[in-house]
């Protein structure tokens, strides 16, 4: 009989650049107070689900979020680099409402489909996405086999991921799509993955 790792992927709570529509990419912003109740919430409601690991961005947004959903649980949160937001270099900082109609149009597409153009601006590929990523979530599955595994990242790359195993695109799974403290829970064998349940996540059909 197969083994599988049941992961719920977890988008972080909101911050004030979330609720002031400004691009964060790296940018190590905390989490606010309505970020900290919705975190609360979640684990309100995942209580019940008895977490084998624990792994998180190292960004203090994602950190926190997963330090509230597991509060009294006595478990250690893992923290890595490889689950960070995309970089969005020059982009960071910046009122996503302020930027031109061609700015705009260009940091989406960059979301979706431009590699060669992210790289002249100094925003992180999909390439780059996926040699950190995904090998550090295959080896996540692979080493909790027959557990659950809360794992807490960021929308961005949340939203690359999903794609990237066939979930939705760019047309079902639009930026904007997946709220804070989204999650999705997903089954791997520490290959494939096949996402079993969502919450906070909207997919247009």
Same mark, same amino acid.
């Given at each position: 009989?197969?083994k599988y790792?049941? %992961?719920y992927?977890?988008r ?6 979330n609720a002031?529509? %400004?691009i964060? $990419?790296?940018?190590d ?7 900290e109740?919705q975190?609360?919430e979640?684990?309100?409601?995942? &209580?019940?689900?008895d977490f ?5 961005s190292?960004?203090?947004?994602a950190? &926190? #979020?997963a330090?509230?959903i /597991? #509060?009294?649980?006595?478990i250690?949160?893992?923290? #890595?680099?490889?689950?960070?937001e995309?970089?969005?270099?020059s +982009?960071?900082?910046?009122h996503? #409402?302020?930027? @031109?109609?061609d700015?705009?149009s260009?940091?989406? @597409?960059l ?9 002249e601006? $100094?925003?992180? /590929?999909?390439?780059s ?6 090998? +550090?979530?295959r080896? %996540?599955c692979? &080493?909790?086999?027959?557990? *659950?595994v809360?794992? =807490?990242?960021?929308g961005?790359?949340?939203r690359?991921?999903?794609?990237h195993?066939?979930?939705g695109?760019?047309? @079902?799974?639009? =930026?904007? @799509?997946?709220s *804070?403290?989204? +999650?999705?829970? %997903?089954e ?5 993955f096949?996402v079993?349940k969502?919450s906070g996540? /909207?997919?247009?059909e």
């Amino acid at each position: 009989m197969n083994k599988y790792c049941t %992961i719920y992927l977890v988008r972080h709570g909101e911050t004030d650049w979330n609720a002031d529509g %400004i691009i964060q $990419g790296h940018s190590d912003i905390p989490l606010n107070k309505n970020g900290e109740k919705q975190a609360e919430e979640l684990g309100k409601e995942l &209580k019940r689900i008895d977490f084998d690991a624990v792994f998180s961005s190292d960004l203090i947004r994602a950190k &926190k #979020s997963a330090e509230i959903i /597991t #509060s009294g649980k006595n478990i250690n949160i893992i923290t #890595s680099i490889a689950l960070r937001e995309r970089d969005f270099g020059s +982009y960071e900082g910046k009122h996503f #409402s302020l930027l @031109s109609k061609d700015e705009t149009s260009e940091l989406i @597409s960059l979301y979706d489909h431009k590699e060669k153009k992210r790289e002249e601006l $100094g925003v992180e /590929t999909d390439r780059s996405l996926e040699a950190r990523f995904i090998p +550090y979530i295959r080896e %996540i599955c692979q &080493k909790n086999l027959d557990k *659950n595994v809360l794992v =807490v990242i960021h929308g961005g790359i949340m939203r690359w991921f999903l794609m990237h195993i066939k979930y939705g695109d760019i047309r @079902s799974l639009p =930026v904007g @799509s997946i709220s *804070n403290m989204a +999650y999705a829970k %997903i089954e791997s064998d520490g290959v494939n993955f096949t996402v079993k349940k969502t919450s906070g996540i /909207t997919k247009k059909e």
